[in-house]
């Protein structure tokens, strides 16, 4: 299957459609033929500046603009940063994460993130941070300082964008992914679902993220946590059939980016998380908490994760082309060793 980057609407709406069972099927076999399959990848995420952000986003507990539990912290120090990554790796994590409650970056803090970027990268962890919008300037910064990835999500559709956020345009996350590809990066970027979208805002998101010029090397898939005191706090809970039947579609438009199962994980229980790695996603955010909400203990994920196979050392993680390839050599073999009809009749003193 060739990657496209021409989806329409209603293409992606007639996918969401499909008969579950045929859409989870169709999304395993594009997952089983460009993916590590039984193997999901483990990101730790920190926030090193919490709260007080100036945006005015209406699912976050973050946003000065509303009255929620979460307590302003400054940016953390570089060796607070680092002693958290180590942590993350001793617990098995690949990649860390490090966000910031900011519209953007000021020059002042930039000295500190590289830093950060660099002590993590020591390490041999893969880094990636989300700070909001991005100069082209600050993403050459970042990227010559080492950093992997950098997530800016687009939430939601742009039909639908201005009923979640007002502070910043559709286009200005579409020019910070920009500056990030130029600058080197690879890019992390999805969205949430919950927030009183519908399916076709839903598809809007899939056709957005797909049709850009190179896919997200990181396709993070939110379920909305719901927050006392923001704007959303009494939206409907999600279907958890629709919210699978995004993970399958995101998988089959965008076969080689890695599909994160991401907030609202707390909310789902071990069958539900189990359908959503047969739709695809083979990405997850491990730890007791993402930035400021909570995310099910690294224990219970372990133990989730042995339940299904997945990440163990008895698996090959191989693409299936790979594997059918080995074991049609075998069939082969076993084939040519087998004994003819004379042999049978032979042995047999016919």
């Known amino acids: 299957m060739e990657a496209r980057h021409n989806w329409t609407v209603e293409e992606v709406r007639t996918l969401l459609d499909k008969p ?51 307590e302003r912290e400054r940016l953390m120090e570089v060796d607070q940063v680092l002693n958290a990554a180590k942590k993350a790796k001793d617990s098995g ?23 950060m970027i660099q002590g993590v990268k020591e390490m041999g962890l893969e880094t990636c941070m989300t700070l909001g919008m991005l100069t082209p300037e600050q993403a050459n910064e970042l990227a010559e300082a080492g950093l992997d990835f950098y997530n800016h999500n687009l939430d939601t559709s742009p039909e639908y964008y201005s009923n979640i956020i007002t502070t910043r345009t559709y286009q200005d996350r579409l020019d910070t992914l920009s500056h990030v590809r130029d600058a080197g990066m690879k890019i992390c970027s999805g969205g949430i679902i919950g927030m009183g979208e519908t399916v076709s805002d839903r598809a809007g998101l899939l056709t957005e993220l797909a049709n850009l010029p190179t896919h997200p090397e990181s396709v993070p ?31 089959i438009m965008m076969p080689h980016s890695a599909v ?12 539900m998380q189990a359908l959503c790695f047969m739709a695809g996603a083979n990405s997850i955010f491990y730890g007791c908490k993402l930035l400021t909400t909570p995310n099910p ?29 080995e074991l049609m050599e075998q069939v082969m073999e076993r084939v040519a060793a087998r004994p003819t009809e004379d042999d049978l009749f032979y042995d047999a003193g016919v």
Not at 306 to 314: R, V
């Open 93 to 115: 994590s690949t990649r860390f994460c490090m966000g910031a409650a900011w519209k953007n970056p000021k020059e002042r803090d930039m000295p500190y993130l590289k830093s």
């Open 20 to 70: 579950f069972m045929d859409l989870l099927f169709e999304a395993q076999m594009v997952h089983r033929q460009h993916q590590q399959h039984n193997y999901v990848q483990v990101s730790t995420l920190l926030s090193i500046k919490t709260g007080a952000c100036p945006e005015d986003c209406k699912y976050c507990p973050q946003s000065a603009h509303y009255r929620t539990d979460v």
């Open 297 to 325: 203990a690294e224990d219970k994920d372990m133990q989730l994760l042995a339940k299904l196979g997945i990440n163990s050392s008895d698996v090959a993680q191989k693409p299936d082309q790979i594997q059918e390839d």
């Open 260 to 271: 994160r199962l991401s907030a609202g994980r707390e909310q789902m229980n071990e069958q």
């Open 221 to 251: 898939i939110n379920m909305l946590v719901k927050v006392k005191g923001t704007p959303l706090e009494g939206e409907e809970d999600v279907e958890p059939f629709d919210f699978i039947r995004l993970i399958a579609a995101a998988r």
